[in-house]
């Protein structure tokens, strides 16, 4: 069974900061690749950022870049999405996603199991 639980979203004024989590089944974590999505009332589900199952290789979307990190704790079977100087374009609810693929796709046609999603909230 794959299971992916989010944790950690919740109402932030702008420029703040907030960390996301993504709890994986043991079995997962270790063969997969983990990716965070998001989506806004109707918008279509948004690529945010993507991590190989070794943690040594990741990607960001440019709309993120330098301000959210993605990043595993293969202790903890744990992927968390740290996020700086949110904006009120943050708004959404996050989702994690796992993918058997190599290479950190962006599109989540490529993602085989998601999680429920966590809602982030920035206010101006």
């Known amino acids: 069974q794959v299971h992916l639980v989010e944790s950690g979203g919740g109402l932030v004024q702008a420029g703040g900061s907030l960390r996301v989590s993504c709890a994986v089944s043991?079995?997962?974590?270790?063969?997969?690749?983990i990716g965070w999505f998001r989506q806004a009332p109707g918008k279509e589900r948004e690529f945010v950022a993507a991590?190989?199952?070794?943690?040594?290789?990741?990607s960001h979307a440019d709309s993120v870049k330098g301000r959210f990190t993605i990043s595993r704790d293969n202790a903890q079977n744990t992927v968390y999405l740290q996020m700086h100087n949110l904006k009120p374009e943050d708004t959404a609810v996050y989702y994690c996603?796992?993918?058997?693929?190599?290479?950190?796709?962006?599109?989540?046609?490529?993602?085989?199991?998601w999680g429920q999603g966590t809602q982030v909230t920035v206010s101006s």
């Open positions: 043991k079995q997962t974590f270790s063969t997969y690749g």
């Open positions: 996603a796992a993918t058997p693929q190599y290479g950190l796709p962006n599109n989540p046609r490529h993602y085989d199991y």
């Open positions: 991590i190989n199952w070794s943690g040594g290789s990741t």
